[in-house]
């Protein structure tokens, strides 16, 4: 019993959060700004896993690759790669 009513504060809190945030036109600018760094950064990793036969380097598709390309960039990409390097070999 105790879960389901975390469980449901939980979602009116964020339901609530939803509602405040989307009230603004610069909300909706940002969402799809982020969308957009998302679908970019998606778009280069499939990229440079096409040319994993030539290279030799193969980054996973995943919502923590995606995350740290969209978020930080080239230079994202060029750390996960050197990790990718480094610790696999």
């Not at 610069?26 to 778009?43: C, K, N």
Request: glycine share 10%; aromatic share 10%; no cysteine.
């Amino acid at each position: 019993m105790k879960s389901y009513l975390l469980w449901g504060v939980l979602i009116a809190s964020g339901g609530l959060l939803g509602i405040l945030v989307l009230r603004s036109r610069a909300a909706f600018q940002w969402i799809g700004m982020l969308m957009l760094q998302v679908v970019f950064s998606s778009i280069l990793l499939y990229v440079i896993n096409l040319f994993s036969p030539y290279t030799h380097l193969e980054l996973p598709l995943n919502a923590a690759t995606i995350g740290t390309v969209s978020v930080l960039g080239m230079p994202g990409l060029a750390a996960i790669t050197a990790l990718k390097l480094w610790v696999v070999g």
